[in-house]
């Protein structure tokens, strides 16, 4: 029963967090086509240990990838925690 409950509540946050990102994602792709200028946009697409990096300048492409080996690097100490922890 508990795990049961753990696991809906485990499958409603994923889903609640693509459904977040899909409207974070309207929303601004609605606010930059009404900027004068447009818009900068970049996003790394990670494909197991290969990364796919895309977008409009390389500024914008640099934050991104500096956010993604951040983002590499904490998964990578979430998944190794009960090795170091040793239980």
Do not use: C, E, N, W
């Not at 998944?79 to 170091?84: D, E, G, I, R």
């Amino acid at each position: 029963m508990y795990l049961s409950s753990l696991t809906g509540i485990g499958f409603l946050l994923i889903l609640f967090g693509f459904v977040l990102a899909v409207i974070a994602m309207i929303i601004l792709a609605a606010r930059s086509s009404k900027a004068p200028g447009g818009g900068r946009s970049a996003g790394v697409l990670l494909i197991g240990p290969i990364p796919i990096i895309f977008g409009s300048d390389k500024q914008s492409i640099k934050i991104v990838v500096i956010l993604a080996i951040v983002l590499m690097l904490i998964v990578l100490v979430v998944m190794l925690f009960p090795l170091l922890v040793g239980h």
